[in-house]
C-alpha cells in the first residue's frame, strides 16, 4: 500500500484547484513562498498562451499546517483560478447560466484530447464537461503537491531538476554514458526553454515561432533527474512494487506525455549488451558506484544509488488554431475541431511538472522504506538503513 497519496480536484475555469496530500511526517516545514517559486517555474516558458497572462497562481494552505509545519495530517492546499471572473456563469459549481453555457458548448471534439473519449465515457453531450478537467490546468495542484514532496526529500539530502532536451526538430544529443543530474546544471530557469543545451534555444524559439504562425503546435522532449537518492527504494519482488513501473505510471499520467525512458532506456533497445549497462565499481568511503548511468538509476525496480534520470516525450497540444478534422457531435457530418484558446508548446511546463511527479515518487518510496510519524523519525530510520548499506 502506498504510503503517500494525492487527489487533485477542479476545473481549468472553475473558481479554485485544489489538492490534498496524505501521508507526510509530523515536523516538516514548508514555505508557501517556495511553492509559489515552483508555481511560477510551471507557468515560464516560450510559446504559452493568453492564459499564463491572467494566472499568477499561488499556493494557500486550508489544513495540515501549524505556524508552517506538518502535523502528520493530510495537507490540503487551493490555487485560484483567476480567469473563473469571466468564466462564473458558466463554470458556476451549482447554477450555470443555461445561455451562457450554450454559448460555450463544446460539440465538435478535438483530436488528440480527452474531449470524445471522455464524452463517450461520461455520457456528456456537452464536451466542456470533459475538456475543463482534462485541461493541463490540473497540473497546477500537482506542482504544488509536488513541492511539498520536494521539501521532505530536500530535508533527506535528494535534489531535482529538469530541462527540455528538444522541441520540434531541435534537439540536443544524448550522451553515451546515459543521463545524470549533472547534465541540468547548466539549465537557466529563467530562458525561454529551460534547455539542457543553451545554445538550441535560439532554434527553438525560431520553431515555436514557425509553428504559431502556421496555426500549428509542438511537442517535445525534457530530462527530469533526482540526485542524492538512496539505494534501495522500491522493490524487485512483485510487479506493483517496482519504482521504475510506478515512476512510468506518474509520468504517463501528465497531459501531453506519450513516453517515458528511464536512463537510456530508448537508446539501449539497439544496443548489445555489452554496452548498455553500467559496469559496478567499489572504492573506500565512496562504497559502490557506475562509472556510467544506462539504467538511470534505477535496477530491478530498486534506486541504485546513482542519478534517478527519466525522459519524457510529449506529444504537440492537441488544439489547433485551424482545427484538425472532426465530426459535429449533432450532425454528425464533418466539422473541424472547435479552437480553444492555447498554447504552441508547453514542453518547458512539462518539466516541472514531471519533477513534481518524480518527486512525489520518490517521497513515496523513501517514506515506505524509512515510515516514521515525524520528521526526526524519518531521518533517523533512513540513517540505520544506509549505515547497514555499508555493512553488506
Ligand atoms: C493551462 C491552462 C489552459 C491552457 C493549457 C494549460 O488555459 P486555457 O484553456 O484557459 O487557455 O493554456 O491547457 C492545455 C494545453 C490543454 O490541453 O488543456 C495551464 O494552466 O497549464
Known amino acids: 500500500m502506498p504510503r503517500l497519496r494525492f487527489l487533485t480536484a477542479g476545473e481549468s475555469h472553475g473558481p479554485l484547484l485544489?489538492?490534498?496530500?496524505e501521508g507526510l511526517p509530523a515536523g516538516l516545514r514548508v514555505d508557501p513562498a517556495r511553492v509559489d517559486a515552483e508555481l511560477a517555474r510551471r507557468q515560464h516558458g516560450y510559446g504559452r498562451g493568453g492564459r499564463m497572462k491572467i494566472e499568477k497562481d499561488s499556493v494557500r494552505f486550508t489544513g495540515g499546517l501549524r505556524g508552517g509545519e506538518t502535523l502528520g495530517g493530510p495537507v490540503s492546499l487551493t490555487i485560484e483560478n483567476r480567469d473563473?471572473?469571466?468564466w462564473t456563469a458558466v463554470m458556476d459549481p451549482i447554477a450555470v447560466d443555461p445561455e451562457a453555457a450554450?454559448?460555450?458548448?463544446?460539440?465538435?471534439?478535438?483530436?488528440?484530447?480527452a474531449d470524445l473519449a471522455g464524452g463517450l465515457k461520461y455520457g456528456r453531450r456537452d464536451l466542456r464537461d470533459v475538456l475543463e478537467r482534462a485541461s493541463a490546468r490540473e497540473t497546477a495542484a500537482r506542482v504544488a503537491a509536488g513541492a511539498v514532496c520536494r521539501e521532505l526529500l530536500?530535508?533527506?539530502?535528494?535534489?531535482?531538476?529538469?530541462g527540455v532536451l528538444s522541441v520540434g526538430p531541435v534537439a540536443a544529443a544524448e550522451p553515451q554514458e546515459g543521463w545524470t543530474f549533472?547534465?541540468?546544471?547548466?539549465v537557466d530557469d529563467a530562458s525561454p526553454f529551460r534547455a539542457v543545451d543553451r545554445s538550441l534555444e535560439p532554434a527553438m524559439v525560431a520553431a515555436v515561432d514557425e509553428a504559431a504562425k502556421a496555426g500549428d503546435t509542438l511537442g517535445g522532449t525534457v530530462l527530469v533527474a533526482a540526485t542524492g537518492v538512496p539505494a534501495g527504494l522500491g522493490s524487485h519482488v512483485s510487479w506493483d512494487r517496482k519504482l521504475d513501473g510506478?515512476?512510468?505510471?506518474?509520468?504517463?499520467?501528465i497531459p501531453s506525455v506519450k513516453a517515458v525512458s528511464i536512463g537510456s532506456g530508448l537508446a539501449v533497445a539497439s544496443l548489445p549488451g555489452s554496452r548498455a549497462h553500467d559496469p559496478i565499481e567499489w572504492t573506500a568511503g565512496r562504497g559502490f558506484s557506475r562509472p556510467t548511468n544506462r539504467a538511470g538509476g534505477l535496477e530491478g525496480g530498486i534506486t541504485n544509488g546513482e542519478d534517478v534520470a527519466v525522459t519524457l516525450f510529449v506529444k504537440?497540444?492537441?488544439?489547433?488554431?485551424?482545427?484538425?478534422p472532426s465530426v459535429d457531435l449533432d450532425t454528425k457530418e464533418p466539422h473541424r475541431a472547435q479552437y480553444e484558446r492555447s498554447d504552441v508548446t508547453a514542453v518547458p511546463a512539462a518539466g516541472v511538472i514531471g519533477e513534481a511527479m518524480l518527486a512525489f515518487v520518490l517521497a513515496d518510496a523513501l517514506l515506505e522504506k524509512t515510515g516514521g510519524d515525524s520528521l526526526a523519525e524519518v531521518r533517523r530510520n533512513l540513517a540505520a538503513f544506509l549505515a547497514a548499506q555499508e555493512e553488506l
Open 84 to 86: 473563473h471572473a469571466v
Open 246 to 253: 510506478r515512476l512510468g505510471q506518474a509520468m504517463l499520467s
Open 182 to 186: 549533472a547534465a541540468l546544471a547548466r
Open 316 to 324: 504537440p497540444i492537441a488544439t489547433l488554431r485551424a482545427g484538425l
Open 154 to 162: 530536500r530535508a533527506v539530502g535528494v535534489e531535482l531538476a529538469s
Open 102 to 113: 450554450a454559448r460555450r458548448r463544446l460539440s465538435s471534439p478535438r483530436p488528440g484530447h
Open 18 to 21: 485544489t489538492a490534498l496530500l
